[in-house]
């Protein structure tokens, strides 16, 4: 390994892990510019987070260590498909054959225990979060199996390693067209696996509408902050993906190759932004035809590249 790609392996990680949360500044900060209003700082949801870390927590004496384990055990899922993933062209700190899958296992992971941590409070209005974030899920999760299995196929490899940065470059010539159903499906993929709009609202409060904010309302202090950065992470990871499936060039340059995907990062946030700014948020019944139409779309894209 030569020196650029470890020094890619061990920074990329920090990226994530220090950078992470000013992703959902730059959204907000967008779409503050989109409604003429200055905005709150990037560095908003780094502040939100301290704030509730210094805070005290409040639990229902009807939880049980259920409730407690749900942000402890979904941040440490989240961390590790932080590791999963490569950064810059650079290999991931944990790369082998199949990863792919074991980054959707824990992403699973991670909806999972949130789910139960809604459903150990007893609460009907946090079981109907949990209801619509469980069937919501039965159409997101085979969309983005099938869209990881279309970049194995593309690339040749079972490796996120493997498969993103220069890899997804050589691929793009030969397969472009299920490439560019890829990008979209994982960009639809990332606003409905991280609730944004147009298929949830992470400021949302409207009981009728609320999915993933319904399911954390009884979280309170440090949990809340281990839920509030892990959800940053996992919008991160998203990024990641894609930037490194559309932004497949390197120049060999530890630090322009680091400017290049900063900037990557900064446009999807941006596109993020600019998506929530233009659109509203689709009727619940809506959603499951989106996500089925990004499950076939997905599939399309495979069958395109087994011609």
Request: charged share 10%; net charge neutral.
């Amino acid at each position: 390994m030569s020196a650029v790609s470890t020094a890619q392996t061990l920074i990329g990680p920090l990226l994530a892990l220090s950078l992470a949360p000013l992703a959902g500044g730059l959204i907000a900060r967008t779409k503050s510019i989109a409604a003429g209003r200055k905005g709150a700082p990037l560095s908003q949801p780094w502040l939100d987070i301290g704030k509730l870390l210094r805070k005290g927590e409040v639990t229902s004496n009807a939880t049980t260590w259920v409730f407690r384990a749900g942000p402890v055990v979904g941040l440490a899922a989240v961390l590790t498909a932080v590791a999963l993933v490569p950064w810059m062209g650079g290999p991931a700190p944990l790369a082998f054959p199949g990863d792919l899958v074991l980054l959707a296992l824990l992403l699973a992971l991670m909806r999972f225990v949130t789910v139960l941590a809604a459903l150990d409070t007893g609460s009907s209005f946090e079981g109907m979060g949990a209801s619509r974030e469980a069937a919501f899920s039965v159409l997101a999760e085979p969309a983005l199996l099938l869209s990881l299995s279309t970049l194995a196929r593309g690339t040749g490899a079972w490796s996120l390693s493997d498969m993103l940065g220069p890899p997804a470059g050589q691929a793009w010539p030969v397969m472009g067209p299920a490439l560019g159903l890829l990008v979209v499906s994982l960009f639809v993929l990332l606003l409905s696996e991280n609730s944004r709009i147009p298929i949830d609202d992470p400021n949302t409060h409207l009981e009728l509408t609320m999915i993933h904010e319904v399911m954390v309302l009884d979280h309170s202090g440090p949990s809340l902050a281990f839920i509030e950065y892990a959800a940053a992470l996992k919008l991160w990871v998203f990024q990641a993906l894609l930037v490194g499936l559309v932004l497949p060039f390197r120049t060999g340059s530890l630090a322009a190759d680091l400017v290049l995907f900063l900037a990557g990062m900064a446009a999807v946030s941006v596109a993020v932004g600019v998506v929530e700014s233009s659109m509203a948020r689709l009727q619940l019944p809506r959603v499951p035809q989106l996500l089925l139409g990004v499950t076939v779309l997905a599939g399309f894209s495979l069958i395109l590249t087994l011609r």
